[in-house]
């Protein structure tokens, strides 16, 4: 399994990125996804997931409000308003490692695997 997270860049402080997530090689709408992200120095963090049926969305008490989790049949979104210099990170994508796969487990790296190439963000005045 092959994920792929892009969309990253470099924003000012208030600004808006979406980030997606894709895969070619397995069939991704049976699968959770969940993002993460990794600051410079620091432990990597689980910040949202989506269910497979899309109905079940999660997120960390610091993006809630800020952060729009979605997905279609092939792509899996992260919509960021209002970012703010602490959300600078690498922000990747991944499946749950146990089943049932379709369900979010918590927001534990240690659950999720398949970590694809990440996306660097980058809130910066």
């Known amino acids: 399994v092959q994920l792929q997270a892009s969309g990253g860049g470099l924003v000012q402080p208030g600004g808006s990125l979406r980030l997606s997530c894709a895969a070619s090689?397995?069939?991704?709408?049976?699968?959770?996804i969940g993002w993460f992200r990794q600051a410079p120095g620091k432990e990597r963090e689980g910040v949202s997931c989506?269910?497979?049926?899309?109905?079940r969305l999660y997120y960390t008490d610091s993006v809630k409000g800020r952060f729009t989790i979605s997905r279609d049949k092939r792509t899996v979104f992260l919509q960021m308003n209002t970012l703010k210099p602490e959300d600078t990170a690498v922000y990747y994508c991944?499946?749950?490692?146990?089943?049932?796969?379709?369900?979010?487990?918590?927001?534990?790296?240690?659950?999720?695997?398949?970590w694809g190439q990440g996306t660097l963000v980058t809130v910066s005045s």
């Open positions: 989506i269910d497979s049926s899309g109905r």
């Open positions: 991944a499946i749950p490692r146990w089943a049932p796969v379709r369900l979010c487990p918590q927001l534990k790296g240690s659950d999720f695997g398949s």
């Open positions: 090689d397995f069939t991704f709408g049976d699968y959770a």
